[in-house]
């Protein structure tokens, strides 16, 4: 099985190579998937999923990612970075409700509209003590990353949630919130003595800026 499944994924890489895909411009969609079948100096040919073609400028088709990047967890790892491949792979895992996506030190998350069963008492217990590349991009790894650096560094720590209206800063506040009162917790299973507790968590000092519209949570 397992000779078959890397056979698959090499086949499905040499096929991508071999038809040279890009991303192009989208009035709706923003960019679409096409196959560049002639090259006309300045322009290309591209083919279109739905049998179309299309003459386009060089300037505004941008290089797709092997098919090995989908849906990765981490945007700074894909061999091609472009607007084109940071939204569809936001795009990708949003479908699959990966709304977490980490961007080298950043966390982009997207919001999903909807109720998902990723913050229960069992998601906490996965992501206590863990370092990130051990368990998958969530608002908890950082939150764990930032309490664990505040013991062991003795320094305060900030995490700031940033976004426009509706992209969900409050929520990923009270789930901020929700970890630490878990981990910190006497009555709970927290990963730490309780005296390597900190003294204050400062998640009840959260401020908005009416400026750049985001939530600052210290932990003190």
Same mark, same amino acid.
């Given at each position: 099985?397992?000779?078959?499944?890397?056979?698959?994924?090499?086949?499905?890489?040499?096929?991508?190579?071999?038809?040279?895909?890009?991303?192009?411009?989208?009035?709706?969609?923003?960019?679409?998937?096409?196959?560049?079948?002639?090259?006309?100096?300045?322009?290309?040919?591209?083919? &279109?999923?739905?049998?179309?073609?299309?003459?386009?400028?060089? +300037?505004?088709?941008?290089?797709?990612? /092997?098919?090995?990047?989908?849906?990765?967890?981490?945007?700074?790892?894909?061999?091609?970075?472009?607007?084109?491949?940071?939204?569809?792979?936001?795009? +990708?895992?949003?479908?699959?409700?990966?709304?977490?996506?980490?961007?080298?030190? &950043?966390?982009?998350?997207?919001?999903? %509209?909807?109720?998902? /069963?990723? %913050?229960?008492?069992?998601?906490?217990?996965?992501?206590?003590?863990?370092?990130?590349?051990?368990? /998958? /991009?969530?608002? &908890?790894?950082?939150?764990?990353?930032?309490?664990?650096?505040?013991?062991? +560094?003795?320094?305060?720590?900030?995490?700031?949630?940033?976004?426009?209206?509706?992209?969900?800063?409050?929520?990923?506040?009270?789930?901020?919130?929700?970890?630490?009162?878990?981990?910190?917790?006497?009555?709970?299973?927290?990963?730490?003595? +309780?005296?390597?507790?900190?003294?204050?968590?400062?998640?009840?000092?959260?401020?908005?800026?009416?400026?750049?519209?985001?939530?600052?949570?210290?932990?003190?």
């Amino acid at each position: 099985a397992v000779v078959s499944t890397q056979s698959g994924h090499y086949g499905r890489e040499a096929e991508w190579a071999e038809k040279k895909y890009v991303w192009v411009p989208h009035d709706e969609h923003g960019f679409v998937e096409g196959q560049k079948i002639e090259d006309l100096g300045e322009e290309i040919n591209v083919l &279109f999923a739905d049998g179309s073609t299309a003459i386009i400028s060089t +300037d505004d088709v941008q290089k797709m990612n /092997p098919p090995k990047f989908d849906k990765v967890e981490d945007m700074a790892d894909l061999s091609v970075l472009n607007e084109a491949s940071v939204l569809h792979n936001l795009r +990708d895992r949003f479908h699959s409700d990966l709304i977490y996506t980490y961007s080298g030190l &950043f966390c982009v998350v997207v919001n999903p %509209y909807k109720r998902l /069963p990723i %913050y229960t008492d069992k998601v906490v217990e996965m992501y206590k003590g863990k370092k990130r590349f051990e368990v /998958p /991009p969530h608002i &908890f790894a950082i939150t764990d990353m930032a309490y664990r650096s505040m013991l062991q +560094d003795r320094e305060n720590q900030t995490i700031l949630c940033t976004g426009e209206s509706g992209a969900g800063k409050t929520e990923n506040t009270k789930k901020v919130i929700q970890y630490l009162a878990s981990i910190t917790s006497r009555g709970g299973s927290g990963y730490i003595n +309780d005296t390597e507790r900190a003294s204050s968590v400062g998640a009840d000092k959260k401020e908005k800026s009416t400026d750049c519209d985001s939530a600052l949570i210290p932990l003190l």
